[in-house]
């Protein structure tokens, strides 16, 4: 295989780095990114396939998620999706 993708929530575990070449059957794992945590349904591991591809789950970590800042004094919070790690929040100021 080639060298194992890199995701931006997670990377290899420092025994992987610097190895280029993988045979079929390599298996490498990675660990969440700060501001991600380990995604308990999937495996945190790829496996080189003997078609010479990664096989697993791109979904290793997902974002953590963040309290609730709460409404400001005189304004309103506007609240997207969700408040997870990523995710913005915007504030208004009420008239006058």
Not at 58 to 79: M, V
Request: hydrophobic fraction near 25%; charged fraction near 25%.
């Amino acid at each position: 295989c080639e060298p194992p993708p890199r995701f931006s929530f997670a990377e290899l575990k420092p025994e992987y780095h610097g190895t280029d070449e993988f045979t079929a059957g390599s298996v490498v794992e990675y660990v969440c990114r700060p501001g991600y945590k380990k995604n308990v349904h999937v495996r945190s591991v790829l496996t080189c396939g003997k078609d010479d591809k990664w096989k697993g789950s791109d979904k290793i970590c997902i974002p953590k998620l963040c309290r609730y800042p709460g409404e400001p004094a005189n304004g309103r919070l506007l609240l997207g999706e969700q408040l997870s790690f990523g995710s913005t929040v915007n504030f208004t100021c009420e008239t006058g």
